[in-house]
């Protein structure tokens, strides 16, 4: 069965350090996969996404994903976290079959 | 352009009272319509998603059902609401697999 595993529930770092909020998706055949980011009572706003052009995406405010075949993984990064940045993130994937998967979410805290 | 309308925003309703909310989109067709909640402190969990008019597949069984009436048209119900329903409730469709789009999400509150 089709799944995606975002490995940290909770990530805190100091602002100004990077970010690296992890993410895993069950192999098949040319995923697309998407990072998006959900602040306290607003809706989902798209990060970034990979469709099988470069495999490191670049997103909004200083965002980053880079698509690793072999190891199944669309990690997201941010060389420099701001306090803005604090929000629940969301790894997602359709697979070929057009079946659309959330992993369980990460919550940033950035710390002054 | 394409769009999505999930309404309400909001609902509070009582302990056995009925639920639909309704989803429909804008500019595509034959689009995949998909339902998830997201219980307090949890992520978004897939119930249903559907490739055609008439067709849905389940995925967590409980006490919703949804129904897909038009191409455009996703409608999540339930006969008889349970406090474990509370959470917030996201519609979404993809256009072959490249491209995602979601509503802006109705937060159920069941008292």
């Known amino acids: 069965a089709q799944s995606v595993t975002q490995l940290d529930s909770h990530v805190s770092v100091s602002e100004g350090t990077p970010v690296l909020l992890r993410c895993n998706y069950s192999?098949?055949?040319?995923?697309?996969l998407f990072w998006y980011v959900q602040h306290p009572n607003k809706g989902l706003q798209l990060l970034l996404k990979?469709?099988?052009?470069?495999?490191l995406v670049k997103g909004i405010n200083g965002f980053e994903a880079e698509f690793k075949k072999s190891e199944t993984s669309f990690h997201l990064t941010k060389p420099s976290a701001h306090m803005s940045d604090a929000a629940e993130y969301f790894c997602?994937?359709?697979?070929?079959?057009?079946?659309?998967?959330f992993g369980q979410g990460t919550t940033l805290q950035v710390k002054p | 352009s394409q769009t999505i309308h999930q309404w309400p925003a909001t609902l509070v309703q009582p302990v056995g009272s009925p639920l639909s909310l309704e989803c429909t989109v804008e500019?595509?067709?034959?689009?995949?319509l998909y339902w998830y909640r997201q219980a307090a402190g949890r992520g978004l969990q897939l119930l249903f998603y559907?490739?055609?008019?008439?067709?849905i597949s389940s995925e967590v069984p409980q006490n919703l059902s949804a129904s897909r009436p038009q191409d455009r048209q996703f409608i999540l119900s339930s006969k008889k609401l349970l406090l474990s329903d509370s959470g917030f409730y996201l519609c979404?469709?993809?256009?072959?697999?490249?491209?995602?789009?979601f509503g802006q999400g109705t937060r159920l509150t069941v008292v």
């Open positions: 979404a469709w993809t256009g072959g697999w490249t491209e995602a789009f």
């Open positions: 192999s098949s055949y040319s995923p697309s």
């Open positions: 990979y469709t099988s052009a470069a495999t």
């Open positions: 997602v994937v359709i697979y070929a079959e057009g079946k659309l998967i």
């Open positions: 500019g595509t067709s034959n689009p995949n």
């Open positions: 559907s490739v055609g008019i008439g067709q």
